[in-house]
């Protein structure tokens, strides 16, 4: 904590100011999602499952005591190398394509399906994303009752007090959360990350064809669904000196003609926007989430960076760079 | 798999039929939440974290290969022994209750708080809850995209392919989900869930006071939210020869009034009621989920199971027995 001039002790950086300073250091508005398929890794990546194995081993050593006494259970070896595997494919990804992006997205349900070893791999590759000055945005989309959520801050962002001494969490620099639950369900992961310098974004509209179900519904005021939930996030975020808010919104970006209203709603929020490439989006489309500032719209793309490979003919980690760097280009000349 | 009179194999029961059986063969329609917090295990669970550690520790022990190279991470000793101890803690709540419940309900951020070892445990919780003739309730509130979607559900009821074998997920017979985007986002953990004979509890109408600000939200139609996502719940769900569906909803029970109107819309969808206890609710009022049978309503308690000795100066295990014991007998007697 550094000293201001009055003697006072300066506040740690808000997550929009943060933000703001790494999308402008890095020039990229860029979001790696890293969602791993354990059926479409990197070839390479596989031939590097031993190395990585020992990486997540290292971790655990602590258990050779209590080694030998009964066989492992079925399945464990399976699953010990497919998080290995994992493991090396995202490192692979991010030493590809960091100087290209200013943030990573590890999907939480593609590291949970490869069970303790899935998480102990998701754990390396956030400490790692953060050695290489990234960002890291945790894509777990939790939201639960009040006491619930506090646990998820704790398992996210914070820690946990225990009779052994504090457990820390993931360390993420942000996650995404549901809002289903209301304001007191969203509260406990707001305050948790404001306290570590750390971001919620919010669902607000996702860009998956089914969101017409619930999010756009209209309400009985006239509005929909989702104008109700950026209302709501617009009054959960903070500031600080930069502009931008603390809180901000998941917005799919298949749905180009909300961004200009949501950008009126949430004319701070910093927006994340999932839907380019696999999933159809287009760049340009997205400009209106830019309207405060670059920092203000982060752009995600994870099949189109880890499969670029399939249509050029590159090595998979010089088609997923120049995808990446063509993604970072198109993006940043918009402003 | 079994044959049937017409020499066809006759299909897997459906989680509806096997929540149905559960309920009869046990006598109870109680839940055990399992929400362990580290700063309140029982004093026992303690004493035998090392016991529990050699559990945890067995599952890596592949890990030894690659043991002493370096020294383990700052914090990794205290989540291992915190999540040593939340295992026997879990585990002795377990032996205490069991012939009082019909299942266990795991509340997943609770383990993923304490990182890789805490997802560890959940594991060896699973099992042993199962191996008790318990049916396992695993309380995470997913929803996402359907792509991730079906990763969940790899997740927590079925496996996920790779070119190291099939990696087992969690082998849950049941999982909440979160329905905010849509069918679509549904329909992947339906699938794998009924391929598996395993249910969904979707959220419809949570107990917490925040679930007024979305969940009561009034629809253009007149409907209020709730309304609207009981009535996808309800066509989403299956029902096998028992006639309880295999899709169930989660409805707060600290809102009686509505059950009711819930009933109405699924009439036969199996009711999580979560809220007795230390949420506030009466036992009493949950009268309405029964209605098709004693199968079609859960009364969920965690904190009032697990924290009982505090006012009745019993051991932890006895009082955990004796509460779990008198809401057995007060939701029995309802039907």
Request: hydrophobic fraction near 45%; include cysteine.
């Amino acid at each position: 904590m550094t000293q201001t001039g009055n003697g006072g002790p300066s506040p740690s950086p808000t997550f929009g100011d943060r933000l703001s300073t790494a999308v402008a250091e890095r020039e990229s508005q860029i979001v790696l999602g890293i969602d791993p398929d354990p059926a479409k890794l990197w070839p390479a990546a596989i031939d590097r499952t031993s190395e990585a194995r020992a990486r997540l081993a290292l971790t655990f050593s602590d258990a050779e005591e209590a080694a030998g006494e009964q066989p492992p259970r079925p399945g464990v070896v399976a699953r010990l190398e497919t998080a290995a595997a994992v493991l090396a494919h995202c490192r692979a990804m991010i030493d590809a394509v960091a100087p290209a992006v200013v943030a990573v997205k590890p999907q939480l349900a593609c590291f949970e399906r490869l069970g303790a070893p899935g998480w102990l791999a998701l754990e390396h590759i956030t400490s790692y994303a953060r050695e290489q000055g990234l960002l890291v945005l945790a894509d777990g989309k939790r939201g639960d009752v009040p006491v619930t959520a506090a646990a998820y801050g704790q398992a996210l962002v914070a820690s946990t007090p225990s009779p052994f001494g504090h457990v820390d969490g993931l360390g993420a620099d942000a996650f995404t959360a549901n809002p289903l639950l209301g304001r007191d369900s969203l509260e406990p992961l707001v305050q948790a990350a404001r306290e570590h310098g750390a971001g919620v974004f919010v669902l607000v509209r996702t860009s998956n064809p089914g969101a017409a179900d619930i999010l756009d519904a209209q309400l009985a005021t006239g509005e929909r669904l989702w104008e109700h939930l950026a209302r709501l996030v617009d009054e959960l975020g903070q500031a600080g000196p930069a502009g931008l808010k603390d809180i901000g919104a998941v917005t799919g970006a298949t749905e180009p003609e909300h961004l200009q209203r949501l950008r009126e709603l949430m004319p701070h929020t910093p927006f994340l926007l999932p839907g380019i490439g696999a999933q159809g989006g287009d760049i340009a489309s997205v400009a209106p989430a830019f309207a405060p500032g670059r920092a203000a719209g982060l752009v995600t793309a994870s099949r189109s960076i880890a499969n670029a490979h399939e249509a050029t003919g590159a090595t998979p980690s010089d088609a997923a760079r120049a995808e990446a760097e063509r993604l970072r280009e198109q993006a940043w000349g918009l402003a």
